[in-house]
């Protein structure tokens, strides 16, 4: 599973600080970490900080690609100029995903050429103008559309990863089921992926890891390609292990041996 490293989020008030103060070390503290906990890819959202999210972003971006040259990173901003400009501004010898597109047309429109130039991946969030869906039938009828519309501007949708976003089961109980379920709706779609920011799941709840671990276990089964996440937590990395391991990913379970000899297990 393809693991993106959450923790550089504007929306957490220590990150929103450092990016205020400039404090560079402490933004490349929060990358090393993730890297070293087994991200592939950084995410790096400046959507919520109180100055100039293009700037922001520009400043983050250098400040990881100047410490960690061959980093991956994902740029997860709903602002389709702060995406253009992070592109512009990233000279690392690494791989991008563009954290994201929805269903509106608009933003396919200004996105998809910039993803198709760079050879990036692309997560496109089932969502458009008209809302978030309930079930996984509408969840796999808005891919279906973008698959449409995106493979029209002529990507390579083996680069596409649909997040079919989860909402938190404290309100919505039957919105794990309905996530789940629609995970090998869209996978049939062709070549496709599939994309998660799990954490939404426990919103509300108490002791978040053990939903979030025992989601991340099920998305995994029913064939998750990616998550967006903090690889720092235990509770992840334990599921993680324990999932590939269980589904034959991980030969002789080596990865799962190696994450408790490196102290990464509960
Ligand atoms: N899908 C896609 N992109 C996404 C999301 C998604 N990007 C943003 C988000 N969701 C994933 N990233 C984060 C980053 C940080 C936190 C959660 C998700 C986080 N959350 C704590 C909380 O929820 O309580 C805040 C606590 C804190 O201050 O640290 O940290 O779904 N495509």
Known sequence: MLIIGERINSTRPRIQEAIKARNAPGILKEARSQLDAGAHYIDINCAVTSGDELQDMDWAISVVQSGIPDVNICIDSPNYLAIEKALKVYKAGGRVFINSITGEDQRIEKIVPLAVRGDTKLIALTMDETGMPNTAEERFRLAKRIVDKVERLGFNTENLYFDALIRPISTEPDQAREFLRSIPMIKALGRVKTICGLSNVSYGL???????????????????????????????????????????????????IRAFREAKLQ
């Open 206 to 256: 108490p002791s978040r890891g053990t939903i979030n671990a025992a989601f991340l276990a099920m998305a995994a089964q029913s064939g998750l390609d990616a998550a967006i996440l903090d690889p720092t937590d235990r509770h992840m990395s334990s599921s993680i292990a324990a999932s590939m391991a269980l589904l034959g990913g991980d030969e002789y379970c080596a990865g799962y």
